[in-house]
């Protein structure tokens, strides 16, 4: 499996709610970023936290989907444009927007995800 090809089983493992499947492509040690604001902000590190972290955000969805748009590359970094159709389990209204998330991804595992509002940034921080 190539590293691009992790990313995106990421997100659709995400988004049929299997998360105890994403445990197989994070390393141990993995750290996760998530921008103030957001209901899950804050960063967490190693896999037992990335699970909990991914595991409660998931449970908050009634419906919906983060679907990566466009995957750039540099290196062991990857920016994935993603847009988000979502609806909370307590609201009627959808959250629709566009997100970027950064990934390094090594030796098969992914080492870091880092989730940015202004996808310029997210750019920049890839060196792209």
């Known amino acids: 499996m190539t590293n691009e090809s992790i990313v995106r089983e990421v997100y659709a493992l995400l988004n049929s709610d299997d998360i105890p499947a994403l445990r197989q492509y994070f390393?141990?040690?993995?750290?996760?970023i998530e921008p103030e604001g957001f209901p899950m902000s804050g960063t967490y590190k190693?896999?037992?936290a990335m699970m909990k972290h991914f595991s409660t955000a998931r449970a908050t969805w009634a419906e919906g989907t983060c679907k990566p748009e466009k995957i750039l590359n540099a290196g062991d970094k990857y920016v994935v444009f993603v847009k988000v159709?979502?609806?909370l389990k307590?609201?009627?209204d959808w959250i629709e927007g566009n997100i970027a998330d950064g990934f390094i991804v090594r030796n098969g595992k992914i080492?870091?995800?880092?989730t940015f509002i202004d996808s310029q940034k997210a750019l920049e921080w890839a060196g792209i």
């Not at 390393?27 to 996760?32: A, F, I, L, N």
């Not at 080492?111 to 880092?114: D, G, Q, W, Y």
């Open 85 to 87: 159709h979502v609806r």
């Open 46 to 48: 190693g896999i037992e």
């Open 90 to 92: 307590d609201r009627s």
């Open 27 to 32: 390393d141990p040690e993995v750290e996760r």
């Open 111 to 114: 080492i870091f995800m880092r």
